[in-house]
C-alpha cells in the first residue's frame, strides 16, 4: 500500500524529492525491510524509476543499490546500460555483473568504460585478459595499478608485447610480483630496440653498432636473468628464447661459462626432447662421447658439439675445484681454456668468432667492474 502511495506521488514530485524517495525506496529494500507484497512492489517500484526522466533520479538509485548482491538483474543491467554517471557507478561496484557481462561492456564501451572495469574490486583473469585485447593504454595502467586485478602469465605477456615500449608500461610490468622471466625478457628486448630506433643515437655512434650493442646487452641481460630465475620459469623461458630467434649456440655457450647450468640443461631438454633426468645424468657424469650425443641430438653440428661437450668437461673439473667459489671467476676461466682449445675444437671461422665474441665479453664486464669499484672507492 505505501508503494502504491508511493507512486501515486512520484508523478507530481520534483526531482530533488524523487531522488530522496529514490534512495529511500533501495536502501529499504536491500535491507530486507520490504518482505512478501510490499518487496514485490518495490521492485516494480524501482523499475518505474527507470524511466525517469532525470539521471539524478536514477543516480540516486543506482548508487543505493550498486553493492547490493541480491539486487535484481532487472535494475542492474539497465543501470550499466544508462548514460555515463550512472552506468559507472553500477559497473564499478555492482558483484551482480557477471564476468560475461563485464566482458561484453568492455567490448561494447568507450576506453573509459573500460577503466572503471579496470579499477573494479574485483577483477578475474578473463575480464583482465580481455581488457588487455581490446584496450588501451589507459586502460592497461589503470589494470595494472589494481592490485585486486587477476593477471595471468599470458596476460602479462599480452601487456608487454603491446605495451612493453611505453616507459610507464614496461614500470609497472617490472614492479609486478609475479612476472615471468620471459615477460621480463620481452621488456628487455623493447628496451633494445627503443635504443636502436633511435635517431639521435643511431646518427651520434653509427646503425650498424648501436644494433651490436643492443643485441649483446640483450643478450647479456637474458643470461643474468636466466641464472636468476626460479626453476619451474625455466621452461618459459627456454621456449620464448627458442621462439624469438635468440636461443643461438653463442647464447647457450654463454650461459654454459657464465655457470647457468640449471637454465643450459632445461635448454638442452627442450631442444633435444631427452628426458630431463638423463640430460642432467649426462651433464653430470656422462662420457665424453655420450655428452657428444646429446648435443648433436639437441641440433647442434659434430664441430659445435665438440666445443659444448669440452665446455662442459672444462666446468665439471673448475665446479669440483672452485666448489662454492664465485662462477664469475670459473667463467673467466672456462673461456681462457677454451680459448687455447679452440684451435682443436673449432675449425670454423664461426666457431672462433663465438669464443672470441664471449672472451672480449667478459673482459669488457671484469673492466666495468673494476672501473666501477676504483670509482667507489674515490667516492
Known amino acids: 500500500m505505501i508503494v502504491h502511495t508511493f507512486l501515486r506521488w512520484i508523478e507530481t514530485a520534483r526531482v530533488a524529492d524523487r531522488s530522496r524517495a529514490a534512495s529511500a525506496l533501495a536502501r529499504a529494500f536491500r535491507q530486507r525491510s520490504l518482505t512478501g507484497p510490499d518487496g514485490h512492489a518495490a521492485e516494480m517500484a524501482m ?28 535494475l542492474i543491467l539497465p543501470l550499466a546500460a544508462d548514460q555515463p554517471e550512472v552506468a559507472y557507478t553500477v559497473i564499478f561496484r555492482s558483484p551482480v555483473l557477471t564476468d560475461d557481462d563485464l566482458v561484453d561492456l568492455a567490448a561494447r564501451g568507450t576506453a573509459e568504460l573500460r577503466g572503471v572495469i579496470a579499477a ?14 581490446i584496450g588501451g593504454l589507459a586502460e592497461m595502467l589503470i589494470l595494472l595499478d589494481n592490485d585486486n586485478a587477476v593477471l595471468t602469465p599470458r596476460t602479462l605477456r599480452r601487456i608487454a608485447e603491446r605495451f612493453g615500449h611505453v616507459p610507464e608500461a614496461r614500470e609497472r610490468l617490472l614492479a609486478h610480483s609475479a612476472l615471468p622471466s620471459d615477460v621480463r625478457h620481452i621488456l628487455i628486448e623493447k628496451v633494445g630496440q627503443a635504443l636502436a630506433l633511435s635517431g639521435l643515437v643511431r646518427a651520434v655512434v653509427g646503425g650498424e653498432r648501436v644494433d651490436r650493442i643492443a643485441r649483446e646487452a640483450c643478450d647479456t641481460a637474458a643470461v643474468e636473468m636466466a641464472g636468476t630465475s626460479p626453476q619451474a620459469e625455466l621452461p618459459r623461458l627456454v621456449a620464448h628464447l627458442r621462439d624469438t630467434g635468440r636461443l643461438t649456440p653463442a647464447f647457450l655457450l654463454h650461459a654454459l661459462v657464465s655457470g647457468r647450468i640449471d637454465f643450459f640443461a632445461t635448454a638442452i631438454v627442450i631442444l633435444s626432447t631427452v628426458d630431463e633426468r638423463r640430460v642432467r645424468s649426462i651433464l653430470s657424469d656422462g662420457r665424453l662421447h655420450a655428452i657428444r650425443a646429446l648435443f648433436q641430438s639437441a641440433g647442434l653440428t659434430q664441430e659445435l658439439g665438440a666445443l659444448f661437450a669440452e665446455g662442459v668437461l672444462l666446468w665439471r673439473s673448475e665446479r669440483t675445484r672452485l666448489a662454492g667459489g664465485d662462477v664469475a671467476d670459473v667463467a673467466q676461466d672456462l673461456l681462457q681454456r677454451l680459448a687455447q682449445t679452440k684451435a682443436v675444437l673449432a675449425g670454423s671461422p664461426a666457431v672462433r668468432a663465438i669464443l672470441e665474441q664471449l672472451s672480449i665479453a667478459e673482459r669488457r664486464r671484469g673492466a666495468r667492474a673494476y672501473a666501477s669499484q676504483i670509482t667507489r672507492k674515490a667516492a
Open 47 to 74: 523499475t518505474f524509476l527507470l524511466d525517469d526522466p532525470s539521471p539524478k533520479v536514477r543516480l540516486a538509485l543506482a548508487e543505493a543499490i550498486a553493492d547490493s548482491a541480491d539486487a535484481p538483474r532487472s
Open 120 to 133: 573494479r574490486r574485483q577483477i578475474s583473469p578473463g575480464i583482465s585478459a580481455a581488457i588487455v585485447e
